[in-house]
């Protein structure tokens, strides 16, 4: 191995969300000099205004750092489920990673779920208990936890806090002495070869690829093919993340950085394939390892509110989808709402952080529809087809058979609640598998539930409930199973006896009396009242199943006619009802579906 390499530590750092990745990664900036002082801000690698907002990590971010002569390459993750596609891509640049763990709440879902995914890669794994200047920090009792998961002994633990940057310097040793230097994989051939974990649209430099480099150097000019997509083009410009691009023209073996590819479309540029060195034929190269493909869990359509401004959308999500590896899309186009584009997400979250970029970053006014799990039918004539949209249902006169998507869901709470997580499960049709216990430590110990249960729950209030019925110390997470049998019907919801396609659902046939009424009942509080009456309806197959009314807004007209002129007066109560008339007819356009309908419909 060379000098060089030898000197590199890649590594991640991986935990359950709020445990602390970010923060913690501020410290080590501070602590290696990377950020100037007056530079520095809170969790200064999330960058985009909507993960500030929020205060959650959405994207992976790599940045590098001297420190006593060695170059560490951090990559920051998100802990949200809904992310995870991100954390997995992140551990195969990397070959440490760091697992934190807040020791005032203990192991939790995704911690599990994030370290399997680092076992697999047989990452080294260093545990740190995090947060533990707070006052209900409980240190023994975690290290007790992370020793059970692991393995490990306790000294291998490292307690830090990112507050006050307690063992910060101790983690960066751990990562130096504990961690493995990158290795060159070794093959036949001698090209420079780097895998792409993720790319960017940047409007100066167009198409950027994020790459570990696993064999040879890159540098500036050179001619790069990408082995998967065939794609040729020159290194235009590389450089290593600080956490701004910097350029340095050359990126070394084992090193991650940055390459501006010169790729003229974004689709030429696909996170999982590997970028090498290499002009005319390449098929004696062999490809680096890459991603398994990602399995959207919802769906949604998004329209462009203006018909006009379809190419626009077009444009913008070509850009973020690059930016965003786990989003999948197709054009649709629907009668009520024109052309527009069937999207997967892996969860609420996602669909919701992609519709505000939309808007944020390329100013798009949109509609869309409700989040929808793909069902499976079989229809009576043999033919097997997927649904991603209850408006594709087809008639239930040619159905056999309706499938819907289950998954295999992990609760991770305090025994104290395990009964009121049982009956939230039982309620959303959940089948309860087994219990493993965490921790033994005595009655005040956690419980690691396992369930089985249709996906559809999920994606509703799911999340929201179990983190209510926990006082917030429940975590979930979930992955495909299977499909299984449903019996589950479309149900059509009208404003002003016009069907709105967007709020279209399919639900249970035992349940949908119950959803049809709490449907019409929240379209009524959020309407705004209108001259006239507005009528909300749910519908089965034609058949209203339920229906409320809001009643009109009666202006006054003749408020300021004191007295006298009758005909005046009733000359400008027949033009109010004229006005009235105009309105109705005016169908669909004259009823403001607001844009938050489907959340408050979802979350109910
Ligand atoms: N007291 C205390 N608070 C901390 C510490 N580390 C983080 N926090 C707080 O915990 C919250 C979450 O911190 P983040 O660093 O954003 O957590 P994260 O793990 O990056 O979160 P995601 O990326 O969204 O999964 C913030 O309000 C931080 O201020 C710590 O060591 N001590
Ligand atoms: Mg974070």
Redesign the pocket.
């Known amino acids: 191995m060379n000098e060089e390499i030898s000197k590199i530590r890649n590594f991640c750092i991986i935990?359950h969300?709020?445990?602390?990745?970010?923060?913690?990664a501020d410290r080590m900036l501070e602590t290696t000099g990377t950020v100037e002082k007056r530079k520095m801000r809170?969790?200064i690698l999330?960058g985009m205004d909507i993960e500030r907002e929020r205060?959650?990590?959405i994207k992976l971010q790599p940045v590098t750092m001297q420190y006593r002569g060695y170059q560490l390459n951090l990559i920051?993750t998100?802990?949200?489920v809904d992310f995870s596609y991100e954390v997995s891509r992140s551990l195969a640049a990397v070959e440490t990673a760091v697992l934190?763990v807040d020791c005032t709440q203990g192991i939790q879902a995704q911690t599990l779920a994030n370290l399997y995914l680092a076992m697999e890669q047989d990452l080294t794994i260093i545990p740190v208990v995090?947060?533990i200047?707070?006052p209900a920090a409980d240190v023994p009792k975690t290290k007790k936890e992370i020793m059970d998961l692991l393995g490990c002994a306790e000294d291998e633990i490292i307690c830090a806090?990112?507050?006050t940057g307690a063992g910060v310097q101790e983690i960066l040793d751990a990562v130096l002495a504990r961690g493995q230097a990158p290795q060159e994989t070794i093959y036949a051939g001698d090209h420079s070869r780097a895998l792409i974990f993720d790319s960017k649209y940047d409007t100066y430099r167009g198409v950027v690829a994020y790459v570990r480099v696993f064999n040879g150097t890159l540098r500036k000019g050179d001619r790069i093919k990408l082995l998967f997509t065939g794609a040729a083009s020159e290194i235009l410009d590389c450089g290593i993340f600080k956490p701004d691009y910097l350029s340095t023209g050359e990126l070394r073996p084992g090193a991650i950085g940055y390459i501006v590819t010169g790729f003229k479309q974004v689709a030429d540029c696909r996170v999982g394939d590997t970028l090498a060195i290499a002009a005319g034929d390449t098929a004696q190269i062999p490809a680096l390892p890459g991603y398994k493909e990602v399995r959207p869990m919802v769906f949604a359509s998004i329209f462009p509110r203006e018909g006009s401004d379809f190419k626009e959308l077009r444009d913008a999500m070509d850009k973020l989808k690059l930016n965003d590896a786990a989003l999948v899309y197709e054009p649709e186009r629907s009668d009520a709402l024109g052309f527009g584009f069937r999207c997967g997400f892996l969860g609420l979250l996602h669909l919701e952080v992609f519709q505000e970029r939309l808007h944020r970053e390329y100013n798009l006014d949109l509609i869309v529809t409700m989040p929808s799990v793909a069902y499976k039918v079989m229809k009576s004539n043999g033919e097997e087809i997927v649904i991603r949209s209850p408006q594709r249902l087809p008639d239930p006169n040619h159905i056999d058979i309706i499938e819907e998507p289950w998954v295999k869901l992990d609760v991770i709470s305090p025994k104290s609640y395990m009964g009121n997580i049982i009956k939230l499960a039982q309620e959303k049709r959940g089948i309860y598998k087994n219990t493993e216990y965490l921790s033994s430590a005595g009655d005040d110990g956690r419980v690691l539930l396992h369930y089985e249960m249709p996906m559809s729950a999920i994606l509703t209030d799911f999340y929201d409930k179990i983190k209510s019925i926990s006082a917030g110390y429940a975590s979930i997470n979930y992955e495909y199973l299977d499909y299984r049998p449903a019996d589950v019907v479309k149900m059509d919801i009208l404003v002003a006896e016009e069907p709105i396609e967007s709020l279209a659902t399919i639900v249970y046939q035992d349940d949908a009396q119950r959803q049809g009424r709490e449907v019409v009942e929240i379209l009524k509080k959020s309407l705004a009242r209108e001259m006239f009456a507005i009528k909300s309806q749910s519908a089965i197959g034609g058949k209203i199943i339920a229906s409320e009314t809001l009643s009109a807004m009666r202006k006054d007209v003749t408020a300021k006619l004191y007295g006298g002129d009758v005909s005046r007066k009733k000359k400008l109560l027949e033009k109010q009802k004229k006005g009235k008339k105009k309105m109705m007819a005016a169908g669909k356009g004259s009823v403001e579906i607001p844009p938050d309908t489907f959340v408050k419909i979802l979350k109910r």
Not at 17 to 24: V, W
Request: hydrophobic share 20%.
């Open positions: 935990a969300i709020d445990h602390g990745k970010s923060t913690l809170d969790q999330d205060g959650i990590t920051d998100p802990g949200h934190l995090n947060k200047d707070l806090s990112g507050k």
